[in-house]
C-alpha cells in the first residue's frame, strides 16, 4: 500500500521560511518524478515544483528562485524548501509521486 505524509506546514509571516517533507512508503522510491502541488481556497490545483526521475527539476514561474525541491532516495523523503513566502502563496500543499500517489496535504499560511 502506497502511502504519501506531508508535513512542515504552518503560519509564517511574509518573507519567512517553511520546509514541507513528504514521507514515501510502499513503493520503489528510485527513478520516479515526486512534485509538490497547491490548491487555494476556490482555485485549481497547480504545479509547484518536480523533481524528475532522471534528476532534473521543474519549477512554476510563481516560484521561481524562492522555492528548491528536493529527493532523498535513501530516506525516501521529498522536500520543498519554501523562502521568501508571499500572502499569495497560502495554499494547501500536496505531495505527488510516481503519477497516481497523492498525499493527504498540508495547510501552509502566509500572514501577517
Known amino acids: 500500500q502506497v502511502q504519501l505524509v506531508e508535513s512542515g506546514g504552518g503560519l509564517v509571516q511574509p518573507g519567512g521560511s517553511l520546509r514541507l517533507s513528504c514521507a514515501v512508503s510502499?513503493?520503489?522510491?528510485?527513478?520516479?518524478?515526486l512534485g509538490w502541488y497547491r490548491q487555494a481556497p476556490g482555485k485549481e490545483r497547480d504545479m509547484v515544483a518536480r523533481?524528475?526521475?532522471?534528476?532534473?527539476?521543474i519549477y512554476a514561474d510563481f516560484v521561481k528562485g524562492r522555492f528548491t525541491i528536493s529527493k532523498d532516495s535513501v530516506k525516501k523523503m521529498g522536500y520543498l524548501q519554501m523562502n521568501n513566502l508571499h500572502p499569495e502563496d497560502t495554499a494547501v500543499y500536496y505531495c505527488?509521486?510516481?503519477?497516481?500517489?497523492w498525499g493527504q496535504g498540508t495547510q501552509v499560511t502566509v500572514s501577517s
Open positions: 505527488k509521486f510516481a503519477g497516481p500517489y
Open positions: 510502499g513503493i520503489d522510491f528510485a527513478n520516479y518524478s
Open positions: 523533481a524528475l526521475g532522471n534528476g532534473n527539476t
